[in-house]
């Protein structure tokens, strides 16, 4: 097949991901890239032998046949509006919007308009991720029980927290669950199933950004068992790169229990048995890019799905429900109750 055409718009810290991917991804080309910063969008450019814009308008002049919006969420909306076209591929990084209403209504416009909206959830795409699903597919644990993800990055003490590498972390009235654990809802939702209720403490300790940094959020699944995301973003974790997982999982169930560490690894412990042993991932490690290579995966997810290899994950309507979630977990830390999803969750029911 023809190479497809791609533009990125936004060339912020977490671009470089983006950008080394496409650059080696087979079936496509990276043409265009966009920033408001001149100097920026140049570099760029220049490092990968595509097009400088400062402008969405001369991108979409030569119209693209995929557009990655790796853009703050205030900007998203009027970028994707902007470049909806029939045909068209749009890639939106997390967070989705700023609002529920926001992302729903977007969604709404995308499909009206016959463009394919993509939202770039790449935590699912981490190597391990795919072998536990692979595991449970296979029905390796028996029934589960509960899981639980630890997040310790240790990256958000003092002052200075987070200006080296993302700022606009300090001014986000709404963080850890909107920028971080809304990976987990979606990861926890992809392997365990659709969530029924929420239930939300969360906490702000360091008082040099706007929002909550640390908190339980516990999610109730169709089929009874329940995963905790503990979240604390001051703390860290045994891992040489405290990012590549940002934390620690385990899940218990009948036959066992699974646990992910700080490198990627996977043990498992079978029921009585005193010690893990390795359970061997499919695919390598990428230690120098995030998370295992998690970016690289996702788009090349995309692209082998243009081709009809596979189906679309993440599209803008499958992933509404997690935006639910996190709307609901806000929801529910105000009220100090949980808050329901789905008929039968248990917990005050959602509005409407």
């Not at 591929?89 to 394919?116: H, M, N, R, V, W």
């Not at 929002?211 to 699944?221: F, K, Q, S, V, Y």
């Not at 929801?331 to 917990?347: D, E, M, Q, V």
Request: with cysteine; proline share 6%; hydrophobic share 45%.
């Amino acid at each position: 097949m023809a190479e497809r055409r791609v533009a990125v718009v936004g060339l912020g810290y977490f671009s470089q991901f983006h950008l080394a991917a496409w650059a080696a991804q087979p079936g496509a080309v990276l043409t265009d890239v966009c920033d408001l910063d001149a100097a920026r969008a140049a570099d760029a450019a220049a490092r990968y032998g595509a097009q400088a814009h400062e402008s969405l308008d001369t991108v979409l002049a030569g119209e693209p046949d995929i557009l990655d919006v790796v853009v703050p969420p205030a900007a998203q909306d009027a970028v994707i509006r902007q470049a909806l076209a029939p045909g068209r591929t749009i890639i939106c990084q997390k967070p989705f919007c700023t609002s529920l209403p926001q992302a729903e209504a977007l969604t709404d416009a995308a499909e009206a308009a016959g463009t394919k909206l993509v939202i770039h959830e790449n935590f699912r795409f981490q190597p391990w991720y795919r072998r536990i699903r692979e595991l449970l597919e296979a029905e390796e644990l028996g029934a589960l029980y509960q899981a639980r993800f630890a997040l310790r990055p240790g990256d958000g003490r003092g002052p200075a927290a987070y200006l080296d590498r993302q700022p606009g972390f300090q001014a986000m009235p709404r963080f850890l669950i909107l920028e971080t654990g809304v990976h987990f809802i979606d990861v926890f939702r992809w392997l365990f199933g659709e969530i029924d209720s929420v239930y939300a403490d969360l906490r702000q300790l360091n008082p040099a950004i706007a929002g909550e940094d640390a908190g339980l959020l516990l999610l109730t699944h169709g089929s009874g068992m329940r995963s905790l995301f503990d979240g604390n973003r001051l703390a860290d974790h045994v891992a040489e790169n405290p990012r590549r997982t940002m934390g620690e999982m385990e899940i218990e169930a009948e036959a066992g229990s699974l646990r992910l560490d700080g490198a990627g690894r996977l043990g498992l412990r079978r029921f009585g048995a005193q010690a893990f042993e390795p359970v061997h991932l499919n695919r390598p490690v990428d230690s120098e890019s995030f998370g295992g290579g998690c970016v690289a995966a996702l788009i090349a997810h995309v692209v082998a799905a243009l081709d009809g290899q596979a189906p679309f994950e993440n599209e803008a309507r499958d992933y509404l429900p997690v935006m639910r979630a996190v709307d609901a977990a806000y929801r529910s830390a105000a009220k100090a109750r949980a808050i329901a999803l789905r008929p039968g969750g248990r917990g005050e029911p959602p509005p409407g």
